[in-house]
């Protein structure tokens, strides 16, 4: 078992700044790949950005790309989600998720292929 705690979110304005945290405790966290999804009212959970195992790779959604920023500190178990330039759009629930995987450069980007899965933190950008 993994538990993933998600902290960070808050309400901001556009064009601030947050930067979220998933802590992981319970199995090597670098044995899994982590992403980060979120999901907004009314809307399917979407994937957002990801990284593999051995931080080789990451993979970020259209919709972030040069406004997000992955990364992950193995050494404290925690994976990270710098979020610049906020939009209103990116209001949602935001969570992360652990993939244990043996490929250690793979980077899942679809719900179905994560194993544990964070509460989530709720985060609403203000125009």
């Known amino acids: 078992q993994v538990q993933l705690v998600e902290s960070g979110g808050g309400l901001v304005q556009a064009g601030a700044s947050l930067r979220l945290s998933c802590a992981a405790s319970?199995?090597?966290?670098?044995?899994?790949?982590m992403g980060w999804f979120r999901q907004a009212p009314g809307k399917e959970r979407e994937f957002v950005a990801g990284?593999?195992?051995?931080?080789?790779?990451?993979y970020y959604a259209d919709s972030v790309k040069g406004r997000f920023t992955i990364s992950r500190d193995n050494a404290k178990n925690t994976v990270y989600l710098q979020m610049n330039s906020l939009k209103r759009e990116d209001t949602a629930v935001y969570s992360c998720?652990?993939?244990?995987?043996?490929?250690?450069?793979?980077?899942?980007?679809?719900?179905?292929?994560?194993?544990?899965w964070g509460q989530g933190t709720q985060v609403t950008v203000s125009s």
């Open positions: 998720a652990a993939d244990q995987t043996r490929i250690i450069v793979a980077v899942p980007t679809t719900p179905d292929d994560y194993d544990y």
């Open positions: 319970g199995r090597t966290f670098s044995s899994f790949a």
């Open positions: 990284i593999s195992r051995n931080d080789y790779r990451k």
